[in-house]
């Protein structure tokens, strides 16, 4: 199947720091891209979808200015968690749809610690 | 939107034994299903997935049928083997370019030796 590239896998940062996550997609070109957040032993929830060259849309509850999406080029999305507090620590993963048949590949995730 | 539930939540079973889950949805425009595992600490697999113009497919241990009528898909694993243990994912798409893509809630698959 496709790779998806995530990284970095683990970042321990500071309250009120920022942190970027990058997502790439390494042999194929992806015109969306998902950026979900998971919690111990609980599903995928979804917060926004990155739309190649758009703004990205963001789930009811997740804040635009708080995770800030740029899906610069068809390769690569990023999402900076900004100003992180304890709260934001969790499991991030991204996601891209490899085309024509739309079939759905993760990255490896980033575990997020905010001290 | 679409709204994806998935039961059981949790389910254990005897290795060789069959497991069988189950996900429902909403969306009647949804015509692609996939199903993740995820094992602890590691990204979601693809691990088989189906269209709606099929009604069963399977791979090896591993089988998925859709009811689209009734709205409902299931997965099938035969055989089980204690590797089969993980956090299994369904979801039901509509295969355009920008929808996105809601998973049920997962169920945790465990087999006892």
């Known amino acids: 199947g496709a790779v998806v590239s995530q990284h970095p896998s683990w970042v321990i940062c500071k309250s009120g720091t920022s942190v970027k996550i990058e997502c790439r997609s390494l042999?194929?070109?992806?015109?969306?891209m998902f950026w979900y957040r998971q919690f111990p032993k609980q599903s995928l929830m979804l917060m926004a979808t990155s739309n190649e060259g758009s703004k990205a849309t963001y789930e009811q509850g997740v804040e635009k200015d708080k995770f800030l999406i740029n899906h610069a080029s068809l390769t690569l999305s990023t999402l900076t968690v900004t100003s992180a507090h304890p709260e934001d620590s969790s499991f991030y993963i991204c996601?891209?749809?490899?085309?024509?048949?739309?079939?759905?590949?993760f990255g490896s995730g980033t575990q997020l610690s905010v001290l | 939107g679409e709204n994806v539930e998935q039961h059981p939540s949790t389910l254990s079973v005897q290795e060789g034994d069959s497991a069988v889950i189950k996900c429902t949805y909403s969306d009647s425009a949804s015509n692609y299903f996939p199903w993740y595992k995820q094992e602890l600490g590691k990204r979601p697999q693809l691990i088989i997935d189906i269209r709606s113009n099929v009604g069963e497919k399977k791979d090896q241990r591993i089988a998925v049928t859709l009811n689209k009528t009734a709205k409902h898909f299931s997965l099938h694993i035969t055989e089980t083997q204690p590797e089969d243990s993980a956090v299994y994912f369904c979801a039901a798409i509509r295969e355009t370019s920008y929808d996105k893509v809601i998973f049920g809630p997962g169920t945790s698959l465990s087999v006892i030796p």
């Open positions: 996601s891209a749809r490899e085309p024509p048949k739309e079939k759905l590949f």
């Open positions: 042999d194929f070109q992806a015109t969306t």
